[in-house]
């Protein structure tokens, strides 16, 4: 039996919302962007969405909309995919890579604590796998006085917030759940992701949530991104074309980084049947910690509290006692066994490029850890509980043998 890792799920529906769109008449950034930015504002709880096209251009419009430039540092976890820092280093800013929790696989709030000096001018909480972050937590250390006050306001935005602004990296959590919110208004400004593998899909893209209040006022802050993430024009393609609308001006040199209306289609009917998809995700995750609760070689995923509640984006496994060749040992062998796995993620600071700029994992132990034996397993729309027995007897019985060997 073959089980695929993360086949997106597209149903009839889906190609109907997209050939629709190909038919309109209208398939770069127009009427189905508003309808898909509405609908995810109203599925958040939130006022205001940017569509855009790829959550890694939502992480750097937010930088740059706060003015994050050379001198800046901007924290984040060394357990993440590389985008999160990327960005960073696109502004000219530096990331401070810190540690991650022992009971899960976000950003330690401590470790955030520690690492804040003066040139810090933004947090990048990352909800891993889809399961939040300690907001709550992030939201009250930035509001200290001790920590508010240290901060230093070099731009308007900056000037208006009064404090470091907590962007949230959320694209594996769409729909998940904390203290009765769902993500998109837990932070400042939070990201999502829209791309092939990712709980709602659009192909590639992504979308920021605004939540940063009534010092903002939100159609301006809205249209503002919008201008933005467009080569600074301020009409988009759609606006231009009405009639005796053309002229246009440029009123900044800014980014091409738009979603298209034939994204928005396929994501507009990705999003309404998102209850039945998330559903399915949450059980096959269930399914998995049924199964391997009985060993005491498993370290769960945390997937539900009394407070937040996972929206399922990966499993990952962690086997306690092995070592990074054992891992590697066993994602081998589960894939001989047709079952594939993956990891999430090789530490940032592991990467060469950061490496070799001096970056390295000895303030992150726990991150180095966990990462020596992750292992995420299949979760899709799609799998059938045929394919989720047999993931769980093949890496039941390899992980045995593994261990057995050791
Ligand atoms: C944690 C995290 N942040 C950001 C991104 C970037 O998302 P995108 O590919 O939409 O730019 C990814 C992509 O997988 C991710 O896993």
New binding site residues.
């Given amino acids: 039996m073959k089980v695929p890792f993360s086949p997106p799920y597209i149903d009839e529906d889906m190609i109907a919302g997209v050939v629709a769109t190909l038919r309109s008449g209208w398939i770069t950034t127009g009427p189905k962007i508003r309808e898909f930015e509405d609908r995810i504002a109203e599925f958040c709880g939130a006022e205001k969405v940017v569509c855009l096209n790829?959550?890694?251009?939502g992480?750097e419009l937010m930088l740059r909309w706060f003015g994050v430039k050379k001198g800046d540092e901007v924290i984040l976890p060394a357990y993440?995919?590389s985008?999160?820092a990327n960005v960073v280093i696109h502004c000219g800013a530096t990331p401070v890579f810190v540690d991650i929790n022992s009971h899960d696989l976000n950003v330690s709030v401590d470790a955030i604590e520690k690492a804040i000096t003066t040139n810090t001018k933004v947090i990048m909480p990352?909800d891993i796998g889809g399961w939040p972050c300690d907001y709550d937590a992030v939201l009250e250390l930035v509001q200290k006085p001790e920590v508010s006050s240290q901060f230093k306001a070099a731009t308007t935005e900056q000037e208006k917030l009064g404090r470091i602004m907590v962007l949230s990296?959320a694209?594996?959590s769409i729909g998940a759940e904390y203290k009765g919110k769902k993500t998109g208004v837990l932070a400042d400004a939070t990201v999502f992701?829209?791309?092939a593998v990712k709980n709602i899909t659009t192909a590639?893209?992504?979308a920021v949530v605004l939540n940063l209040g009534d010092k903002f006022n939100q159609d301006e802050l809205h249209k503002s991104l919008k201008v933005k993430s467009l080569h600074g024009q301020t009409k988009d393609a759609f606006e231009k074309n009405q009639a005796g609308n053309w002229r246009y001006d440029i009123v900044e040199a800014g980014y091409k980084w738009n979603m298209s209306d034939l994204q928005a289609s396929l994501g507009i009917v990705q999003l309404k049947k998102y209850p039945k998809t998330l559903e399915k995700r949450r059980r096959v995750c269930d399914t998995y910690s049924q199964a391997f609760s009985k060993y005491s070689w498993a370290e769960l995923p945390v997937l539900e509290s009394d407070h937040k509640k996972s929206c399922c984006h990966l499993y990952p496994l962690i086997v306690k006692g092995i070592t990074s060749d054992q891992r590697n040992e066993i994602i081998k062998e589960v894939g001989e066994s047709g079952v594939a796995v993956n990891v999430h993620f090789v530490p940032v600071p592991l990467m060469s490029f950061y490496r070799d700029r001096g970056y390295n994992m000895d303030n992150c132990p726990i991150a180095l850890d966990k990462f020596t034996r992750e292992i995420s397993l299949p979760v899709f729309y799609n799998i059938t509980d045929e394919q989720v027995q047999y993931v769980i007897k093949v890496l039941t019985e390899v992980i045995e043998n593994v261990l057995k060997g050791s």
């Fill in positions: 790829s959550a890694t251009a992480l993440t995919y985008a999160t990352v990296d694209a594996h992701s829209f791309h590639e893209g992504g």
